[in-house]
């Protein structure tokens, strides 16, 4: 089994920067890839940004030169580093680990956190 809990979300107001982290324990091993997804109200999960079983990372293009995914093997925690935030960015984002390749999409992950809320104000 694995465990991810997420921290980082909040408050901020747009243009503004806030750091996600999301700690990863239990079975883990170098072959599980992680990404970032986020679900607005009334919307369905879509992904942000994510490890590729290369090593390369890719994001989704609203998110692209702003939000910049990281890692830190040795303490398997992901990090989204989120600058310039706009309005659009408000959601519960959702930190994920998948055991093989492949692509990503919402039905890939087979682990997932319970999410922090991300609000960014006008």
């Known amino acids: 089994q694995v465990q991810l809990v997420e921290s980082g979300g909040g408050f901020v107001q747009s243009g503004g920067s806030l750091r996600l982290s999301c700690a990863a324990s239990?079975?883990?091993?170098?072959?599980?890839?992680m990404a970032w997804f986020r679900q607005a109200p009334g919307k369905e999960r879509e992904f942000v940004a994510g490890?590729?079983?290369?090593?390369?990372?890719r994001y989704t293009d609203s998110v692209k030169g702003r939000f910049a995914i990281s890692r830190d093997s040795l303490n398997n925690t992901l990090y989204l580093q989120m600058n310039s935030l706009k309005p659009d960015d408000t959601a519960v984002y959702y930190c994920?680990?998948?055991?093989?390749?492949?692509?990503?999409?919402?039905?890939?992950?087979?682990?997932w956190g319970q999410g922090t809320q991300v609000t960014v104000s006008s």
């Open positions: 994920a680990l998948r055991r093989y390749g492949g692509d990503w999409t919402p039905q890939s992950p087979d682990y």
């Open positions: 239990g079975w883990i091993f170098p072959n599980h890839v």
């Open positions: 490890f590729l079983w290369t090593g390369g990372t």
